[in-house]
């Protein structure tokens, strides 16, 4: 069983800076792509920023130059890093990963954290 468990998020204002963390549990896996989405009220949920097992990022326009994505292989953890942030930036924060599961039925998927809330006020 794979699982995704983030933490951080919560209240800001705007220009302030908050850290998420999304930590991958199980056994028998290798842990490929890694990202963070995010989804705010009535939109679709939208792709902020990718990191592959080699370190390769990539960000949406929106956040370039704001967000940092980061991952620490060892711990199986995925961070990202919000600075200078904005009333646009509320939404609902989910984590993913693209997991090969060695164990029968081997095959890759792909796994959701539970999404946490991010608030900036104005």
């Known amino acids: 069983q794979v699982q995704l468990v983030q933490s951080g998020g919560g209240l800001v204002q705007a220009g302030g800076s908050l850290t998420l963390s999304c930590a991958a549990s199980?056994?028998?896996?290798?842990?490929?792509?890694m990202g963070w989405y995010r989804q705010a009220p009535g939109k679709q949920r939208e792709l902020v920023a990718i990191?592959?097992?080699?370190?390769?990022?990539d960000y949406a326009d929106s956040v370039k130059g704001r967000f940092t994505i980061s991952r620490d292989n060892a711990k199986r953890t995925v961070y990202l890093q919000m600075n200078s942030l904005k009333p646009e930036d509320t939404a609902v924060y989910f984590c993913?990963?693209?997991?090969?599961?060695?164990?029968?039925?081997?095959?890759?998927?792909?796994?959701w954290g539970q999404g946490t809330q991010v608030t900036v006020s104005s």
């Open positions: 993913s990963a693209d997991v090969f599961v060695f164990t029968i039925p081997a095959g890759q998927r792909h796994y």
């Open positions: 990191i592959t097992s080699g370190g390769t990022t």
């Open positions: 199980g056994s028998s896996i290798s842990i490929n792509a």
